[in-house]
């Protein structure tokens, strides 16, 4: 009998916005389009039930794949410190009710333009490129590195530190100024 009464509650009260909002949709390697979703249920459905991300994105949001997907995603548009992998739609929601809203003509363009600034550059290399000889570029390690004839790092790091700490030294120990007398004080130079 219990478990009856908690089926007919409602826990989740259903949402209020049921119009059909605007939206900007970006697939990978393409330019944003306006999309138009008419049931925004299937879409708050879709970002609880694959785990997506709702990320801040100037004065809108981004719904993305999150970055600890496992799929093999290529990369859609870097912002700072992130990068949104997968494709994404950029919507608009009202803070106080908690609703998704549509995005203004205005927000369209200037968005659109913005996404396009961001997104990743596609290289295409033929079969030629592949075979010609490209230069590698190896990150610098902190022990011996075999591929560059330079002093180790850490050897280099402790040059540099010792040279500072002796120009330091030389500063504090003048005080900074070269005319003290034996009693510590400066003398005065009068322009007479």
């Known amino acids: 009998m219990r478990c009856l009464v908690l089926k007919k509650k409602n826990i989740i009260p259903k949402t209020q916005n049921t119009n059909s909002i605007r939206v900007l949709y970006k697939k990978v390697g393409q330019t944003p389009?306006?999309?138009?979703?008419?049931?925004?249920?299937?879409?708050?459905k879709a970002i609880i039930q694959?785990?997506?991300?709702?990320?801040?994105?100037?004065?809108?949001?981004?719904?993305?794949?999150?970055?600890?997907s496992k799929l093999p995603m290529r990369p859609n548009i870097f912002l700072p410190l992130r990068r949104i992998i997968g494709d994404l739609v950029v919507v608009n929601i009202d803070k106080k009710s908690r609703e998704f809203q549509s995005i203004s003509q205005e927000d369209i363009i200037w968005f659109s333009k913005d996404l396009t600034s961001k997104s990743a550059k596609i290289i295409k290399i033929?079969?030629?490129?592949?075979?010609?000889?490209?230069?590698?570029?190896?990150?610098?390690?902190?022990?011996?590195?075999?591929?560059?004839?330079?002093?180790?790092?850490?050897?280099?790091?402790?040059?540099?530190?010792?040279?500072?700490?002796l120009a330091l030294a030389t500063v504090l120990k003048n005080n900074g100024d070269d005319n003290n007398d034996k009693k510590g004080t400066t003398k005065k130079n009068t322009g007479t």
């Open 33 to 44: 389009k306006v999309k138009i979703i008419n049931n925004i249920y299937k879409l708050k």
């Open 126 to 165: 033929n079969s030629q490129q592949k075979k010609s000889n490209f230069p590698f570029i190896y990150e610098r390690g902190v022990g011996n590195n075999k591929y560059n004839d330079s002093p180790p790092f850490d050897k280099l790091l402790m040059s540099m530190l010792i040279n500072i700490q």
């Open 50 to 68: 694959k785990k997506l991300d709702i990320v801040p994105y100037e004065k809108l949001f981004i719904i993305c794949h999150s970055n600890k």
